[in-house]
């Protein structure tokens, strides 16, 4: 599969290997504090027995004897059930009356300590499969041997070593598996931070070649065209004057290109004061009276009797101009285009509305794309660069708010940008 071979896959796979290296590490460290320390105190209480009962051994009448008295059946360091096994030479000497252990097999362990050998501690069944901790070694009594078997139930330790081996094993996992989830998720972040600053690369030097290219070539065959043999002065002019109108052209779009590199920074940093709404709908209305009444359309402006908003007044006029720019472009003769403003739900909402062609709805979405002309007729020069309402929809999200293509009641086109007040 791709994503087993995919860059992501193989970090996150590291990750979680060191993390479960880690885990395991912790997890024995853990087991081994919590039960060695039982184990040894299990074993003390077994050596605490034995050699109580071996001191109370006595040689009497050539014989190794144990005092008159029941053997004890409970260790007192733990408070376990214990059983002892005294044997010599001639055989089983005493032992407590309840015996887990098979009288075979204490036989042959008392065999191997009369023979020199010391057993245990050591982990042993009992007869109904129960674990049982078992120590035995050798008490000389005068020029005599007896072998003392001393035995405890573990089943207590057992069961606490089980839980907690159960407990490590669930925690353990589980923690391995969370981990393994936020690497990935952390992995998916950063990586698709790098991912987003390649494609921001990728899709800037997209844009720049894409529409640069057009002016630069324009430029470069005037000038040669102009060069190529002595012309009139007039014609130099003419040259000179369509250079200078592509100038112009690539001009903004460069500016508009670094505004939006800015803006996939995340470095387009609005310089926030306070803008007298009203003010800026009259002096972008009146710049723009001009244009439209060249094209005969109107431009009526509906404004706040007073109100202020917190924005950067250049980039919130680079928005207006563009919005009313494509309003104009697209307004039919004796056409009128609607610029308002108002409060709404906390936000002021600027519209700008036109009685052109409209956008449909399957493409108000693209309208914000970089380079995007719903019209293949238009050309470059009469459609725009393509990259102002992409712009304008960076510097809307620059400030907090939004900016939108609405339906405008069956004609024209009605775009609303909203900014927290």
């Known amino acids: 599969m791709r994503i087993l071979r995919s860059t992501r896959f193989r970090l996150v796979l590291v990750l979680t290997a060191v993390l479960a290296v880690a885990v395991v590490l912790a997890a024995t460290a853990l087991f081994e504090l919590v039960t060695v320390p039982a184990r040894n105190q299990e074993d003390q209480a077994l050596f605490d027995q034995w050699s109580a009962v071996g001191n109370a051994l006595d040689l009497r009448a050539g014989q190794v004897a144990y005092p008159p008295g029941r ?59 129960g674990p049982r901790r078992l120590y035995a070694a050798a ?53 698709g931070r790098v991912e987003r600053s390649f494609e921001t690369l990728r899709r800037f030097t997209a844009d720049a070649s894409h529409e640069l290219r057009a002016p630069l070539t324009l430029m470069r065959t005037e000038v040669e065209v102009a060069l190529a043999r002595e012309r009139p002065p007039a014609e130099y002019v003419s040259a000179l004057g369509r250079v200078d109108a592509e100038l112009e052209h690539l001009g903004g779009v460069v500016d508009r290109l670094l505004l939006l590199a800015q803006a996939d920074a995340g470095r387009l940093l609005p310089q926030r004061v306070a803008v007298d709404v009203a003010d800026v709908l009259e002096e972008t209305a009146a710049r723009w009276r001009g244009p439209a009444a060249a094209r005969r359309v109107s431009v009526a402006v509906e404004a706040p009797a007073w109100g202020t908003l917190a924005a950067d007044p250049h980039l919130l006029r680079r928005v207006l101009d563009n919005l009313l720019d494509n309003a104009v472009r697209h307004s039919p003769p004796d056409g009128r285009i609607d610029l308002r403003a108002g409060r709404q739900d906390g936000s002021w909402v600027f519209e700008v509305a036109d009685q052109g062609p409209g956008v449909p709805a399957a493409q108000r979405k693209r309208v914000f794309e970089r380079f995007t002309r719903l019209d293949p007729a238009r050309s470059r020069r009469s459609g725009g660069a393509g990259l102002g309402l992409a712009l304008s929809a960076a510097v809307a999200r620059a400030h907090g708010g939004t900016l939108d293509v609405l339906d405008a009641d069956g004609h024209g086109a009605r775009f609303r940008l909203r900014l927290p007040g």
């Open 139 to 191: 008490q000389p009594v005068g020029d005599q041997r007896a072998a003392l078997i001393v035995s405890l139930s573990s089943t207590d330790l057992a069961t606490l070593t089980r839980r907690l081996l159960a407990t490590l094993l669930l925690g353990g996992g589980l923690l391995v598996a969370l981990g393994g989830a936020l690497g990935w998720a952390l992995v998916s972040h950063l990586l």
């Open 71 to 129: 053997l004890p059946e409970i260790a007192a360091a733990t408070g376990q059930p214990v059983e002892v096994d005294v044997f010599t030479r001639s055989g089983l000497l005493v032992q407590t009356p309840a015996q887990s252990l098979a009288p075979a097999y204490l036989a042959r362990v008392a065999a191997q300590v009369l023979g020199g050998a010391t057993v245990g501690p050591l982990d042993v069944r009992d007869a109904a499969g």
